[in-house]
């Protein structure tokens, strides 16, 4: 029972938290990049327009959940899954395609972007193998495998409802 107890309190959380970043999305102009995080601290860094900025737990709340720049933990897994159906690729590479295919908006923390590696790993949805960099160094090369395909099918599925639920509450006038 305390299982389903946390996972319903952390979809609540998790739903405030994104309806608390898209208004702020909404009401500013140009937020800058998205800084896609997916640690576990209770230090929270974030990119903006404006710079980088930090705030921890010793601070007021509405310091820490007024920057719209604090992306939702599960979206960056979503993102390598759906990066390494194009190639197998090292992490600077996973990251530097996921700026590019979101035309700059979202930037990829290298500290969040490693932990994200190792857990999809452990679930078997990534595997790895060292090689040669097009520069002649040595990199760890992700690449999807087909239980990673199957979860990336779930998860796709599972942002969408999700962003549509979204979209129905803030369509509502």
Same mark, same amino acid.
């Given at each position: 029972?305390? =299982?389903v #107890?946390?996972?319903g309190?952390?979809a609540?959380t998790?739903?405030?938290?994104?309806? *608390?970043?898209? &208004? !702020? =999305? @909404?009401?500013t102009?140009?937020p800058?990049?998205l800084?896609?995080?997916s640690?576990? %601290?209770?230090?929270?860094?974030c990119? #903006?327009?404006?710079?980088?900025?930090?705030?921890? #737990? %010793?601070?007021?709340?509405?310091?820490?959940? !007024?920057a719209?720049?604090d992306?939702?933990?599960?979206?960056? &897994?979503?993102?390598?899954?759906?990066?390494?159906?194009?190639?197998?690729?090292h992490?600077w590479?996973?990251?530097?395609?996921?700026q590019q295919?979101?035309?700059g908006? @979202? &930037?990829?923390?290298?500290?969040?972007?490693?932990?994200?590696?190792?857990?999809?790993?452990?679930k078997?949805?990534?595997?790895s !193998?060292?090689r040669?960099t097009?520069n002649n160094?040595? =990199? *760890?090369?992700?690449?999807?495998?087909?239980?990673? *395909?199957?979860? @990336?099918?779930?998860?796709?599925?599972?942002?969408?409802?999700?962003v549509?639920s979204?979209?129905?509450i803030?369509?509502?006038k």
């Amino acid at each position: 029972m305390r =299982a389903v #107890n946390r996972a319903g309190s952390a979809a609540a959380t998790r739903e405030r938290v994104i309806v *608390k970043i898209l &208004d !702020a =999305a @909404l009401r500013t102009r140009n937020p800058g990049p998205l800084l896609l995080r997916s640690d576990r %601290s209770d230090r929270i860094i974030c990119r #903006n327009s404006t710079g980088i900025g930090s705030a921890t #737990n %010793s601070q007021p709340r509405a310091a820490m959940s !007024a920057a719209p720049s604090d992306v939702l933990r599960g979206t960056l &897994d979503l993102l390598v899954l759906k990066t390494l159906t194009l190639e197998p690729m090292h992490g600077w590479g996973i990251s530097q395609r996921i700026q590019q295919f979101s035309n700059g908006a @979202l &930037d990829v923390n290298q500290g969040s972007l490693y932990p994200a590696l190792q857990r999809l790993e452990q679930k078997g949805w990534i595997e790895s !193998a060292w090689r040669t960099t097009e520069n002649n160094r040595r =990199a *760890k090369y992700y690449s999807l495998t087909g239980a990673g *395909k199957r979860a @990336l099918g779930q998860e796709t599925a599972s942002w969408r409802r999700y962003v549509s639920s979204v979209e129905l509450i803030l369509g509502v006038k």
